[in-house]
């Protein structure tokens, strides 16, 4: 492993979650406010991560509720992100 040093900024990696808006609106160009179709995208949010080197890559769509976990999952394969298991 090769350590770095952290100083005060977050400990933290950061993946969003988007849920597409979009074709539900009745009207082209409008949205319905606090509504999401259940599939949209996860991406590791670089800005945030710049310490642990995370780039741009190509967002993971998902299909549903149930299938986050899976795109989270790849999304952190993608950026080589290795998880320790805390006992």
Same mark, same amino acid.
């Given at each position: ?6 100083n005060h900024e977050p400990k933290t990696?950061? $993946? @969003? &979650?988007?849920?597409? !808006?979009? /074709? $539900?609106? @009745?009207q082209k160009g409008e949205i319905v406010?606090?509504? !999401?179709?259940?599939? /949209?995208?996860?991406?590791?949010? &670089? /800005?945030? +991560?710049?310490?642990?080197? $995370?780039? +741009?890559? +190509?967002?993971?769509?998902? +299909? /549903?509720? =149930?299938?986050?976990?899976?795109a989270v999952r790849k999304c952190l394969?993608? =950026?080589? &992100?290795?998880?320790? $298991?805390? =006992?």
């Amino acid at each position: 492993m090769n350590n770095k040093q952290s100083n005060h900024e977050p400990k933290t990696l950061c $993946i @969003e &979650v988007l849920f597409f !808006t979009d /074709g $539900i609106a @009745e009207q082209k160009g409008e949205i319905v406010p606090k509504h !999401t179709l259940d599939s /949209g995208v996860v991406r590791a949010l &670089v /800005g945030r +991560n710049s310490r642990h080197g $995370i780039v +741009n890559k +190509n967002p993971i769509p998902f +299909n /549903g509720m =149930h299938d986050i976990p899976r795109a989270v999952r790849k999304c952190l394969i993608q =950026h080589e &992100v290795v998880q320790h $298991i805390k =006992h």
